[in-house]
């Protein structure tokens, strides 16, 4: 399968084009008045990481320079996905002085954030190889870039969970409260919205038991011990059940407790950490050819 054919490298395009005119618009303002001073010739660039990571976010870092310089040329080394080691050369460019230094920082901050998001999901993968948990992320995302560093959760390795309020129906406690029940508030979730996926989340077993029955998308036992996760793990991997909705965890996800919790048996960890937690990549862009290739 190529790239173009796998969903996880679907690009928000809208997102993208949105993003970089906010970006360029908050940047240079008026004018870079710094650029101003240089001579406005052909010139060339390469971009270097100089860590270990995950690389994300190649179409955010094209669209600036092609927003400040239509003509560039852009000759990318890895792909969108690629884990690299420090001192890589990522791509080089051709193009006019001022836009290759007018559009720096917006691709840099583009890119350094989003393959800090892809590195630290393609970290929690790798950590759940070999069982049947998957891992999620959250809505804890930085503001105006959620769409994007959702797509950097998924060239990471690691799934989706709901993009916002819209798309999906989660009940908690107060939810239930409001209802009377679980199953009340099941019912009344799958009337007002029927064709949306719903997820309950749980505080006892009794209540697991209740969602099972009444059925949803998925069950979310946030605060459940393990001896609680292998009950519930046991009781919907159990006739009549037979595993069909399955379970996830979250809160208080850590890397370090990841591996326990999927040997619980879990379907799911939904992981605030992919997208809140992350320290940019070390990028840096520099005028000239790569050392060595002048």
Known sequence: MTQADDDRFAVPRAAVAANVAAALAEDIGTGD???????DTADSAYLLCKQDAVICGRPWFDACHRALDPEVAIDWRVAEG??????????????????LVSAERASLNFM???????????????ALAGTSTRVLDTRKTLPGL?????????????????????????????HVRAAGGIAAAIAAA??????????VEVESIAQLREALVAGCTRVLIDDFDAAMRREAVAIAHAAPFDGR?????????????????????VDVVSV???TKHVQAIDLSLKLGFPPGEA
């Open 245 to 265: 909705i399955p379970l996830e965890v979250s809160g208080s996800v850590d890397f370090d407790g990841l591996r326990a919790i999927a040997a619980d048996g």
């Open 112 to 126: 350094q954030t989003l393959s800090a998001t892809a590195t630290v999901t393609a970290r929690f993968v790798d």
């Open 272 to 274: 605030g950490a992919l």
């Open 33 to 39: 008045v710094t650029a101003a001073l240089l001579p």
């Open 146 to 174: 959620r769409l994007a560093q959702k797509y950097a959760v998924r060239v990471g390795g690691g799934g989706n969970h709901r993009i916002g309020l819209f798309d999906t129906v989660m009940l908690k406690e107060n």
């Open 82 to 99: 690629d884990h690299v080691a420090a001192g890589t050369v990522l791509a080089t460019l051709t193009g006019r002085t001022r836009a």
């Open 190 to 199: 799958r009337l007002h919205a029927p064709d949306l996926p719903l997820v």
